[in-house]
């Protein structure tokens, strides 16, 4: 899907994960205007306690927002057949019972699953494109599917080559201190691509993670400590080390 580029900020957060205080406070310290456009890569829910929320406050706003696999998880879990039980399981082991814990109406459960499948996979801003895990380097575009969009890590994060000449990839999905070379609260950069995933539910980082792409900077709630920062994007990235 594209999006016309706005004549605001873009800005793009990756995976929340639940944690509805921290991404409140990220959105009061970056105070969107009119004309900012606020992308979320997916991986609204699941893991931490207020999952509802933050689905609610991005469907409210009516901010841009991809399908990550933990919404993969929820809507196969919840599908238009019913519910799949073996699927629930799945999904429940994977932080789907602190998202369900977080619900206190069935309505607004199914309402927010129909709103999660109409989710696209992917933005194309121009020199920016937004997916929740990645692209399969050996695939064209059309080739792809949501097993590699949501899905993918190794193969994507171990190309040597840039899969766009002229767009950066910027993604979720895989935690960035999981990449070689990369330090807690980092922002990891391969070869074309940026992942902003900096872990906030994760005790060993805590950081949710927001990129202004107009002007190359990065601001960062911790959801533990609740300390704000604010860098220049070269400031606080790390090139992972294939």
């Not at 619900?103 to 309402?111: K, R």
């Not at 300390?227 to 220049?232: L, Q, S, T, V």
Request: aromatic share 10%.
């Amino acid at each position: 899907m594209s999006q016309a580029k706005p004549g605001g900020r873009q800005i793009v957060i990756g995976d929340v994960h639940g944690q509805y205080a921290a991404l409140s406070q990220l959105l009061e310290a970056i105070a969107p205007g009119v004309d900012d456009r606020i992308y979320f890569l997916g991986d609204l829910v699941d893991r931490g306690p207020d999952s509802a929320a933050v689905v609610e406050l991005v469907r409210h706003h009516d901010y841009y927002c991809l399908r990550g696999n933990h919404e993969e998880m929820m809507m196969a879990a919840f599908s238009q057949k019913g519910l799949d039980t073996s699927k629930l399981l799945f999904w429940g082991g994977c932080g789907g019972q602190e998202t369900l814990a977080s619900y206190t109406s069935q309505d607004l459960l199914w309402e927010h699953v129909r709103w999660l499948q109409t989710l696209p996979l992917y933005f194309d801003l121009g020199d920016l494109w937004l997916v929740h895990a990645g692209v399969d380097p050996t695939l064209t575009l059309g080739e792809q599917t949501s097993q590699e969009f949501c899905w993918i890590r190794d193969l994507f994060h171990q190309s040597d080559e840039p899969y766009f000449a002229d767009k950066t990839i910027v993604t979720g999905h895989t935690i960035s201190f999981t990449l070689p070379g990369v330090n807690p609260g980092q922002v990891a950069q391969g070869v074309g691509w940026l992942d902003i995933d900096t872990g906030a539910y994760h005790r060993r980082s805590g950081w949710l993670t927001a990129l202004d792409w107009t002007n190359q900077e990065v601001w960062q709630v911790n959801t533990f400590s609740r300390d704000c920062r604010h860098n220049p994007l070269e400031n606080i990235t790390a090139m992972i080390r294939l």
